[in-house]
């Protein structure tokens, strides 16, 4: 069995990203955002995968957009079915990229720093 860490798995990985993308891009539900598929993480026994995704946007529009890809799930997981041949077609669970987020907000905190920075550098 492989591991998550395998030269193989993360090949499944990637080409489950580029499979699950494309489907994405598909999609004609209202509700999905901008959207970009940031990575797959598949179980060793390729009968789960995590689907990471980023959208820019209001908090509203990440809610919705989650909500129409959990619906579409089902779909999606058809295409990979179709066009990757491996032993079993993941369940796809759709989950929030935390790191866009994480790297939006230190970008911001640091923007600031460096306003404060400025601000103390013309009073001195």
């Known amino acids: 069995m492989s591991r998550p860490d395998s030269p193989?798995?993360?090949k499944v990985n990637e080409l489950l990203k580029e499979v699950i993308a494309?489907?994405?891009t598909d999609l004609k539900d209202p509700g999905i955002g901008f959207l970009t598929i940031t990575g797959v993480n598949a179980s060793p026994d390729l009968r789960n995968?995590?689907?990471y995704y980023s959208v820019l946007g209001?908090?509203?529009e990440v809610e919705a957009t989650g909500e129409a890809l959990t619906r579409a799930a089902p779909h999606i997981q058809g295409v990979v079915g179709r066009q990757v041949h491996i032993k079993?077609?993941?369940k796809l669970t759709f989950r929030i990229d935390p790191s866009i987020g994480e790297g939006l907000k230190i970008d911001r905190l640091l923007h600031e720093l460096e306003k404060d920075q400025g601000d103390s550098d013309v009073t001195d």
């Open 8 to 10: 193989r798995m993360r």
């Open 22 to 24: 494309d489907a994405v």
């Open 49 to 51: 995968a995590f689907v």
């Open 58 to 60: 209001s908090d509203e």
């Open 88 to 90: 079993y077609t993941p």
